[in-house]
């Protein structure tokens, strides 16, 4: 993440890494960003090494009104519960 952020001048993405250092993990919104990055980058990774919180209504609401090829972008980085809260808010695994 400190690599993709020194790459490219982006405010979200700074922002992200920012979050990142004091939560120790990602919204969803934020995930989306940071991992669509990196792999448009070519930049190794292992989606599963950032976390997504969805503890809050707020992170849950974004992850709901995601579309579905956003919330493709992220799924490897949710765990399975977070997989199945997914899909009872409508949307598929790719």
């Known amino acids: 993440m400190e690599k993709l952020?020194?790459?490219?001048?982006?405010?979200i993405l700074a922002n992200a890494l920012a979050y990142y250092r004091k939560n120790?993990?990602?919204?969803?919104?934020?995930?989306?960003?940071?991992?669509?990055?990196?792999?448009?980058?070519?930049?190794?990774?292992?989606?599963?090494?950032?976390?997504?919180?969805l503890s809050k209504q707020?992170?849950?609401?974004?992850?709901?009104a995601m579309e579905l090829s956003k919330v493709h972008v992220l799924w490897p980085a949710l765990t399975s519960s977070q997989r199945e809260s997914a899909t009872q808010m409508g949307h598929t695994a790719p």
């Open 5 to 11: 952020a020194t790459s490219e001048s982006n405010d």
């Open 24 to 53: 120790k993990f990602l919204t969803p919104k934020y995930a989306f960003v940071v991992l669509w990055r990196l792999g448009r980058h070519r930049i190794d990774h292992s989606p599963s090494f950032f976390k997504v919180n």
């Open 58 to 64: 707020k992170f849950k609401d974004d992850l709901r």
